[in-house]
């Protein structure tokens, strides 16, 4: 079956410690994106990408780097520098880069800094 | 002012009831408009797109105002399985990657 896969679905990580998220998909689809999601708030984009080695920023996407060396995968790592990085992290993809609607959207990471 | 704003509820009824919720957003160029439901802990998922005649999806009826800038999700019947955050989500650019998202309205349907 076809979708996205996120892992791993916890996390948990000491205050100045790296962290990577994997996300794969196999739905051929060009473009993807990482969004993360806090209590209160809607979910905020964080960087996408909309074909292979090629990404760009999102609204807030200090404090985290991400690649796109393969169609399939694009990861996200959390650095140091990220404030405050205890969220509900979604990566989603869309067929097309210039799709307008539908996201679709792995099960999600939830990443708590101790 | 939020760019899409939302109720956060909870919204609490009855089996059988009949429910509505609003979304204002503030950018009048937005151009789509959508309805994801999310289920708790879970992943969004689209539940309709929202046209500017209206449309409908069995129990599911959503409406766009473009004048008054808001989006409206009516659903009746409530069935349980219909609790969950639903998320009033707006394109302002004609890209997934200018998609606006607002907080959701909780609702919670009860025997």
């Known amino acids: 079956d076809g979708g996205i896969t996120q892992s791993p679905k916890y996390l948990f990580r000491k205050e100045g410690q790296n962290v990577t998220l994997s996300c794969e998909q196999n739905l051929n689809h060009d473009a993807m994106y990482w969004y993360r999601q806090d209590p209160g708030q809607g979910l905020r984009l964080i960087y996408y990408s909309q074909i292979v080695n090629d990404f760009q920023k999102g609204d807030i996407a200090e404090g985290y780097s991400v690649s796109r060396e393969k169609k399939e995968s694009f990861p996200l790592t959390v650095t140091s520098a990220q404030k405050n990085p205890t969220a509900f992290y979604l990566c989603a993809s869309t067929p097309r880069a210039g799709s307008k609607g539908e996201l679709f959207f792995g099960e999600g990471s939830r990443l708590t800094v101790l | 002012r939020k760019e899409v704003e939302q109720d956060p509820g909870p919204f609490n009824v009855p089996e059988g009831a009949t429910v509505a919720f609003n979304c204002t957003y503030s950018?009048?160029?937005?151009?789509?408009f959508f309805w994801y439901r999310q289920d708790c802990r879970k992943e969004p998922k689209l539940l309709m797109s929202?046209?500017?005649s209206g449309n409908e999806d069995g129990r599911f009826t959503a409406q766009l105002n473009r004048a008054s800038q808001y989006i409206s999700l009516l659903i009746r019947d409530s069935k349980l399985s219909d609790s969950a955050t639903y998320l009033c989500?707006?394109?302002?650019?004609?890209?997934?990657?200018?998609?606006?998202f607002g907080t959701g309205t909780r609702l919670q349907v009860t025997l």
């Open positions: 929202v046209y500017s």
């Open positions: 989500v707006v394109n302002s650019a004609g890209t997934a990657s200018k998609l606006t």
């Open positions: 950018n009048s160029a937005s151009q789509s």
